[in-house]
């Protein structure tokens, strides 16, 4: 039953808003999709905690790495022609900010300290 909801949904071709409490809404969306505002917070949350303030540059491309990429998931629908431009948009979004992420941050220094703590060999 819920299939067809959702089926019928999609054929309405309407968009629900957010906060929407309409059953027929809550069941087209993917449970993944109701909750990727709380994962991209997460993970915005743990780059702006991890990420030292001594380079901005770096945190900022990772920041719009994690945006970049959930709105990538978002309108991953090319099939549908609302969300193809919107798509494109997102992926050369992205594009740019692992750029960013490859020019601004150095992980040399973290690579090693994970080398350093695998090394069970020599683990002094």
Partial sequence: MAAARAKSFRLRQTECEEGSTDPECAESKPEATNSSAYYEDLLLGIIDGTTGSFNGDCRGGLAETVRSTFSVLDNIDIYDPRKLSKFSL?????????????????????????VNLADYENYE
């Fill in 90 to 114: 997102s992926n050369v979004g992205l594009t740019e900010a692992t750029n960013v992420v490859y020019a601004y941050c150095d992980v040399s220094h973290l690579v090693s300290q994970f």
